[in-house]
């Protein structure tokens, strides 16, 4: 069974930054792609980074593009994801999400089979 953990989330204030972690327990980590998602109360859950398997390719979504860094350490089995210059609405709990093997970057979430349990972020005006 593969298990993520992130970490990292916490209450900011609008252009701070925060740094989240996500621990991956799987022999199969150095594989697969990683993606990170965000919900918010009341919307769909939504992309917001991915990167390969060995880093090489990022992709983010254009509302975080310049402000986020997606990052991983395939030493430690783990992804992370700086965010800079926070707004209001980067507020929503963040998932990361393990690619399925034999996918690359993806911004669908059916293209990742295990998730985090999420962490809150909150950004305030």
């Known amino acids: 069974q593969v298990h993520a953990v992130e970490s990292g ?5 609008a252009g701070d930054s925060l740094r989240l972690s996500c621990a991956v327990s799987t022999r199969t980590f150095t594989t697969r792609a990683m993606g990170w998602f ?13 990167i390969t398997w060995n880093g ?3 992709h983010y979504a254009d509302s975080v593009k310049g402000r986020f860094t997606v990052s991983r350490d395939n030493a ?7 965010m800079n210059s926070l707004k209001p ?22 293209a990742y089979d295990y998730w985090g349990q999420g962490t ?3 950004v305030s005006s």
């Open 120 to 122: 809150q972020v909150t």
């Open 9 to 13: 989330g916490g209450l900011v204030q």
């Open 89 to 110: 609405e980067d507020t929503a709990v963040y998932y990361c999400a393990v690619g399925m093997v034999g996918y690359g970057l993806a911004i669908t979430p059916t």
């Open 38 to 50: 965000r919900q918010a109360p009341g919307k769909e859950r939504e992309f917001v980074a991915a």
């Open 76 to 82: 430690k089995n783990t992804v992370y994801l700086q």
């Open 56 to 58: 090489d390719s990022t």
